[in-house]
Structure formats: structure tokens, C-alpha cells
């Protein structure tokens, strides 16, 4: 089992970057694929990106894509977004899931964390 608790939620405005950060806590992390997520109020919840336990690949949601960046540090057992050129349409709250599986699928992952406040105002 694996523990998460998401960091760097903020208001920035269109155009602006920040950068979420995704801490785990168990000795297993690096034997988990990863995914971020993000929930707009009265819209369910959607991808964003994945990655695979080494790093070694990444996967995007259309809309991220060439904009955000996932990446991990298995050594400090930490999942990182870098989202850059953020838009009024990013807002939602941000969460980080760990799976067994690499997808792009809510229901594969069985471990969230509490999720972090994005704001981009126009």
C-alpha cells in the first residue's frame, strides 16, 4: 500500500506556470505506475497524465499535451507536474494516484491522495 499527499495547488493567472508535487511514503513506490488527475467542479474526474514506474514513458491527455510535464524521482519517492502555459480551463483540484497498471483509467487506480487547488484566472 502506498500513501500520497499532493503539494504546490495555487492561483496563478493565464499564462503562468506552477509546479504539483506528488510525495508517496512505503518503500514501494518505484514498483507503481503513477497518474495525475484533475476535477473541475460539476465535471467528473479526468487524466491528465501517467508515468511508468521507471520514468522511462509518459502518456498525456490531448489538452496537457506540449504544455505539462510528469516526471518522478524514485529516490525521493516524489511525482512531479510541471504545468506551464496554464489556461482559465485547468482550474479543478489535482490529485495523484498510484497503480499496478499503466493507464490512463480512474478505476485502475486504487490509490489517491486529497488532491490540490489550481486556480488560473483570466
Known amino acids: 500500500q502506498v500513501q500520497l499527499v499532493e503539494s504546490g495547488g495555487g492561483l496563478v493567472q493565464a499564462g503562468g506556470s506552477l509546479r504539483l508535487s506528488c510525495a508517496a511514503s512505503?518503500?514501494?513506490?518505484?514498483?507503481?505506475?503513477m497518474g495525475w488527475f484533475r476535477q473541475a467542479p460539476g465535471k467528473e474526474r479526468e487524466f491528465v497524465a501517467a508515468i511508468w514506474w521507471s520514468g522511462s514513458s509518459t502518456v498525456y491527455a490531448d489538452s496537457v499535451k506540449g504544455r505539462f510535464t510528469c516526471s518522478r524521482d524514485n529516490a525521493k519517492n516524489t511525482m512531479y507536474l510541471q504545468m506551464n502555459s496554464l489556461k482559465p480551463e485547468d482550474t479543478a483540484v489535482y490529485y495523484c494516484?498510484?497503480?499496478?497498471?499503466?493507464?490512463?483509467?480512474?478505476?485502475?487506480?486504487?490509490?489517491w491522495g486529497q488532491g490540490t487547488q489550481v486556480t488560473v484566472s483570466s
Open positions: 512505503g518503500r514501494t513506490f518505484s514498483s507503481y505506475a
Open positions: 494516484a498510484a497503480s499496478t497498471y499503466y493507464s490512463t483509467l480512474v478505476r485502475e487506480y486504487p490509490y
